[in-house]
């Protein structure tokens, strides 16, 4: 059973435009949500993160929104940018620092020029 | 700080050997996780280690095993390898200070033919 879920494998957006990804979750357990970014042949790297407590986080380009009743998140990038193609990834964390993080499988943003 | 190190970064085995990986994580943090990405599988947790101890165990065979040593550092150990372990192994550590937040490294490629 998949606790995490990114239903676009893929999204496609023009250079400039706003992309939106998607992530919906199924433990109400789940207390905190990160976003990582992923290129080719590199190892995740961490995007922005809210905590429960929050319904809204922004860091630049990247705001990510959480609705808690829906238990779903999306990941808002404005304006887009060439570099900004790559893979997305959806995590989340239960209660408690020991808990390990569980992953969606991805989005592969392509923003076009 | 340098940042985590996985080695090798590619790695060509055959069905029924065995093979270990290397993760070195960023100096001072304590916790290494283990994650196996396949394409369209996402990134699923495998197991972490914290101060020479595995704290938590995602859901993988007997196949799959890991330790990690007193300056932090981890391996992982694949036996009896199968067609399906391909896949692209990512250590992932974090300290104290970061909680729930880890840093990934470039990752293991390895193919099994």
């Known amino acids: 059973d998949q606790q995490v879920k990114q239903n676009s494998p893929s999204l496609s957006v023009q250079e400039g435009r706003i992309s939106i990804l998607n992530c919906d979750y199924t433990?109400?357990?789940?207390?905190?949500f990160l976003w990582y970014k992923k290129y080719p042949a590199e190892g995740p790297t961490f995007l922005i993160s809210?905590?429960?407590?929050?319904d809204k986080n922004e860091d630049g380009r990247f705001t990510v929104f959480l609705n808690k009743s829906a238990k779903h998140l999306s990941l808002h990038i404005v304006p887009s940018q060439p570099g900004d193609s790559a893979v997305y990834f959806c995590?989340?964390?239960?209660?408690?620092?020991?808990?390990?993080?569980?992953f969606g499988k991805g989005t592969r943003l392509s923003v076009i020029a | 700080k340098a940042g985590v190190t996985q080695t090798p970064r590619y790695l060509i085995k055959t069905r029924g050997q065995q093979v270990t990986l290397s993760c070195s994580p960023i100096?001072?943090?304590?916790?290494v996780s283990w994650y196996q990405q396949t394409p369209g599988q996402g990134l699923q947790f495998l197991f972490e280690?914290?101060?020479?101890?595995?704290?938590n165990k995602g859901n993988f065979p007997g196949r799959f095993s890991g330790r990690q040593f007193s300056n932090s550092r981890s391996e992982m150990n694949v036996s009896t390898l199968e067609l399906g372990d391909s896949a692209l192994y990512l250590c992932?550590?974090?300290?104290?200070?970061?909680?729930?937040?880890?840093?990934f490294g470039p990752g293991t490629r390895l193919t099994v033919l």
């Open positions: 992932a550590s974090s300290g104290i200070r970061q909680g729930r937040f880890q840093f």
């Open positions: 433990n109400s357990m789940f207390d905190y």
């Open positions: 809210i905590s429960s407590i929050k």
């Open positions: 995590a989340a964390s239960a209660s408690g620092r020991n808990t390990p993080l569980v």
């Open positions: 100096s001072g943090h304590r916790s």
């Open positions: 280690y914290f101060s020479e101890t595995q704290r």
